[in-house]
């Protein structure tokens, strides 16, 4: 073995899993960790909520941008923020892990170490998987979750007179993106660190249970696709407030980098994708949990449907989809 940056073909599946395994943590929810045939997680709740989120290379992110812990810690908040939206307390990982065998296995220690340190402080094990060679990065999550015996907060239950409210960033991410695909100075180095690695508010999605959320999902691939989701599971309309002013911080901190870009921000408070924050709604009589922001209403005058200041949006899509359909 060579004696300096070695690859991943220079070791054996074993010798990797030893370098990876000393960096991902257990989580005292994890009665059998790693080797045996498969982990044994407890489920107190009787019931356990379930996820599961694939990363490819040069589709979802690229080396030349990313680094091993970024890609790890974005692999785990993706799946840790599915858990949190169904109003679930996330507990245990498990990875599936493709390299090519020229893969730096700094990179992949550098992966196990982006999990570890996304993990480890909410206490979830990352308790297992499966290694393999392939001709490009890929990495698989399944995420578990404990509903600590309340029920999940589905898309479905929104309803007429519920307040539409949000929690985490938005936009960043798609500014993130913007600046590292235009390869420009960056005017704020806080948005491409979201675009790698995002930091969604996961204690919020049970504290939205807790404060009886009627509906609730993750905004993954932007605003408007995400509204309209629970818009069409729940059958009602989303009335949501003017961007600029729903979330007035963040315009103010997109800014600098519209400016540099010639981007118009609204797009990317609308539409953009990967900030992994919250979108529920709520009773209106019902104190919203912090870090939630009322950020609109529900009606059930023409159902399935959003609107943005009383008009339909004039994104020129509505946000993120794998097989370019703007209405799937």
Same mark, same amino acid.
């Given at each position: 073995?060579? =004696? ?17 395994? /000393? ?19 407890? =489920? ?21 941008? &990313?680094? +091993? ?13 599915? %858990? ?8 245990? !990982?498990? %990875? ?30 990352? %308790?297992? *998987? ?9 990495? &698989? ?5 404990? !509903? ?35 390869? $420009?100075?960056? /005017?704020?180095?806080?948005?491409? =660190? ?7 508010? $996961? ?18 691939? +932007? ?7 629970? =818009?069409?599971?729940? #059958?009602?309309? !989303?009335?949501?407030?003017? /961007? $600029? &002013? ?26 953009? #994708?990967?900030?992994?924050?919250? !979108? ?18 529900? &009606? ?8 943005? *200041? ?7 899509? /509505? ?10």
């Amino acid at each position: 073995m060579p =004696a300096e940056s070695p690859v991943v073909a220079d070791l054996s599946e074993q010798d990797l899993l030893d370098r990876i395994f /000393p960096h991902l943590p257990v989580g005292s929810r994890t009665l059998v960790p790693p080797g045996d045939d498969a982990a044994v997680v407890v =489920a107190p709740d009787g019931r356990y909520v379930v996820t599961c989120d694939v990363l490819v290379e040069d589709v979802h992110f690229r080396r030349r941008w &990313s680094s +091993g812990e970024d890609v790890g810690r974005r692999a785990a908040a993706q799946n840790l923020a599915d %858990v949190a939206a169904m109003g679930a307390r996330p507990v245990a !990982l498990v %990875v599936g892990l493709v390299v090519p065998g020229g893969t730096p296995v700094a990179w992949v220690e550098g992966l196990a170490r982006g999990l570890g340190d996304a993990c480890r402080p909410l206490d979830v094990g990352v %308790v297992g *998987g499966d290694l393999s060679a392939g001709p490009a990065i890929v990495v &698989s999550v399944t995420a578990h979750g404990d !509903l600590e015996g309340r029920p999940p907060v589905l898309r479905s239950g929104a309803r007429a007179g519920d307040v539409v409210a949000h929690a985490g960033r938005r936009g960043w991410s798609a500014a993130g993106l913007a600046l590292l695909s235009a390869g $420009l100075p960056e /005017p704020d180095a806080g948005l491409t =660190a979201a675009y790698r690695a995002p930091a969604p508010p $996961l204690d919020a999605g049970p504290a939205a249970a807790r404060a009886g959320a009627t509906a609730m999902l993750d905004v993954s691939d +932007g605003l408007l696709r995400d509204a309209s989701r629970i =818009a069409r599971a729940s #059958g009602v309309t !989303l009335r949501l407030e003017d /961007p $600029l &002013s729903a979330f007035a911080e963040d315009a103010a901190r997109l800014a600098a980098a519209a400016d540099v870009l010639g981007a118009d921000l609204t797009q990317w408070l609308l539409t953009g #994708g990967e900030d992994h924050g919250l !979108l529920a709604t709520f009773p209106p009589d019902v104190p919203l949990p912090e870090p939630f922001r009322a950020i609109g209403v529900v &009606s059930s005058r023409g159902a399935d449907v959003v609107l943005v *200041g009383g008009e339909p949006p004039r994104a020129v899509t /509505p946000g993120w989809d794998h097989f370019g359909d703007p209405g799937a």
